[in-house]
């Protein structure tokens, strides 16, 4: 299992894990993804490079997927994953999607938040939890 969603009164609240910290930020990307789409599949069609700096892997997580917003609102991006590597304050991402003009009824993210937000190892890998403002 990559991620999980889970009760929120009025966000979306999601779980995500991964074996490698890099593995968790694509867990995220999924759980964005799936969160816009409704569960439907999006296409690998295009393919973009993006890097974000955070002081901390929260910081990181919140500017990583702040950045799939903006592109989705800027450039009619929908992410359908993402190959991820983190060294120390910045994440560099390949990520593979389509443009969203391509789907009918994709949500809408506002924003990231730190709300209930963390990033940590466990004794099976690593797990990062994040809400997101609908």
């Known amino acids: ?18 074996k490698t910290l890099n593995e ?14 409704r569960g439907n599949k999006i296409k690998s069609k295009k393919k973009k490079k993006i890097e974000v ?3 901390d892997k929260e910081a990181l997580l919140y500017s990583f997927i702040e950045e ?19 060294k120390g304050k910045k994440l560099t991402a ?3 999607g389509d443009d969203s003009k391509n789907y009918k009824e994709l949500d809408h993210i506002k924003a990231a938040t ?5 990033v940590k190892k466990t004794s099976s890998g690593w797990e990062a939890q ?5």
């Open 68 to 86: 799939l917003i903006y592109l989705l609102d800027a450039d009619d991006f929908v992410v359908a994953k993402a190959k991820v590597s983190v």
């Open 1 to 18: 299992m990559r991620f999980e969603f889970l009760e929120h009164t009025a966000d979306i609240k999601f779980k995500a894990y991964g």
């Open 130 to 134: 994040m809400v997101l403002d609908v």
């Open 94 to 96: 390949e990520i593979s």
């Open 114 to 118: 730190y709300a209930e937000m963390y």
């Open 24 to 37: 968790v930020y694509e867990s995220c990307a999924l759980a964005f993804s799936e969160s816009v789409t």
């Open 53 to 55: 700096l955070g002081n």
